[in-house]
């Protein structure tokens, strides 16, 4: 199959997943989208891979914090995005962590174009600013959310086949009538790169990381999470009597907020931008705690990736989430602490912290489960061979059919 991964975001696994569909004998291409800022995968093939990444929307900006502007950029990254498939001429997509702009303008493209479509369903778009609409959005976002609820529908409508990340989707698709083309693959971290290290590594000793215990959040920082918890957190574990030092490795509107709030509250902060992917595992490595956040209202149709990343890592983690969520779930099965978003829960919070630092045997015992998890539940093998055959499953007759990486002889009538 001529295959392309359009991942928005350039996260790792999907990344991961597009090496090992090009393992298997596929032609790949990875794509991006260059001009959204965040922390990106390994985004370069290695030696003897054939997989082809290439970025979209190279030399572009989007404004992250002014909504209705950001929609417009939207629309401009849909055309790039509209160019750069009738260059690659596919013959299947495959879509992840797509804007709902860019999205409604791909799925018509591919419609016209008769190629088929797997949308890859990382986020609810709609529901998230539905539910934050009148709170920390003005309740005008609540007809953009209907505006968006339409285009995901439409774009959902029209997927050959759709996989969602947990079974909270499904009645979404149920209400929109797509719920018979749903396949449910949670998400995963790639263990290969993502493994566990010294704390006292290189890069926590560049960072003077390596003689002071932390707290470290590494990722985005957006609508679906409050900031200012994170520096609440630390102050709170330091008013148990442990010194601990915040980290933060972010780039956007939180920055300012977080440092704002650590100069507030006199809480030690480490504020860091964006660090390159193959300094990830020692960036994770150096916090004594990583720290998860998800605002009440997104648990249902979010599962923060950057926890999966966590348990890889090896590294005991503290979430500050809504407890039904599929991650908290995986937090708590490793020996972590999962308490809701709400101020109420930093004196719990920090005592579990408080605890656990104090005990370095548990700090070393609570990683050691963590990586234990990722193990068991981040197999590649079995998430590759679901997307393989949902990949081959919409492809057209005419398209030459693989199976399990090897191509099948095409017999052509009277020859």
């Known amino acids: 199959m001529r295959v392309l991964v359009f991942d928005f975001s350039g996260h790792p696994f999907q990344a991961q997943l597009s090496r090992e569909l090009g393992r298997r004998g596929h032609d790949v291409t990875h794509a991006w989208c260059d001009a959204y800022v965040s922390g990106h995968g390994r985004l370069e093939a290695g030696p003897g891979e054939t997989v082809r990444f290439e970025p979209v929307s190279v030399g572009r900006t989007i ?6 502007r950001r929609s417009l950029q939207e629309l401009r990254l849909g055309v790039d995005l509209v160019r750069f498939v009738r260059r690659a001429r596919p013959d299947v997509v495959l879509v992840s962590t797509t804007p709902v702009p860019m999205l409604v303008m791909l799925a018509a493209t591919l419609w016209l174009r008769r190629t088929p479509w797997v949308l890859w369903h990382q986020d609810v778009q709609a529901v998230a600013v539905a539910r934050l609409a009148g709170t920390k959005l003005s309740p005008i976002f609540g007809a953009l959310a209907r505006a968006l609820e339409w285009g995901e529908r439409w774009g959902s409508r029209r997927a050959a086949a759709i996989v969602v990340i947990t079974e909270a989707f499904r009645s979404v698709h149920e209400k929109w009538g797509t719920a018979d083309k749903v396949t449910v ?4 971290a790639p263990l290969d790169e993502i493994s566990p290290r010294p704390r006292d590594n290189d890069w926590a000793v560049t960072q003077g990381l ?3 215990q932390t707290l470290l959040y590494s990722g985005t920082l957006g609508l679906k999470h409050d900031p200012e918890l994170l520096v609440e957190l630390a102050a709170a574990v330091r008013a148990q009597g442990t010194p601990v030092r915040l980290v933060v490795v972010n780039e956007g509107p939180a920055v300012p907020v977080v440092r704002a709030a650590a100069a507030r509250l006199s809480v030690p ?7 390159p992917y193959a300094d ?22 979010s599962v923060p990736s950057k926890t999966l990343s966590y348990l890889a890592a090896g590294r005991p983690v503290l979430g500050l989430m809504p407890p039904e969520n599929l991650a908290a779930g995986l937090v708590l099965d490793a020996g ?5 978003p709400l101020c109420s829960s930093l004196g719990p919070a920090a005592l579990w912290a408080d605890q656990v630092l104090r005990d370095p045997a548990r700090l070393a015992q609570l990683g050691a489960e963590s990586r234990l998890l990722a193990e068991k539940e981040f197999a590649l093998e079995g998430c590759a061979d679901q997307f393989e055959s949902i990949l081959d499953s919409v492809l057209p007759t005419s398209v030459l059919p693989f199976r399990r990486g090897r191509a099948r002889p095409f017999a052509l009538s009277g020859k």
């Open 336 to 340: 972590g602490f999962i308490a809701p």
């Open 185 to 188: 693959i949670p998400n995963w």
């Open 269 to 275: 902060l480490s504020l860091l931008p964006f660090q």
């Open 63 to 68: 404004a992250k914090t002014s909504y209705l």
């Open 210 to 212: 390596d003689e002071e």
């Open 280 to 301: 990830l595992p020692d960036v994770l490595a150096s916090g004594d705690l990583l720290v998860v956040l998800l605002e009440q209202d997104a648990g249902e149709f």
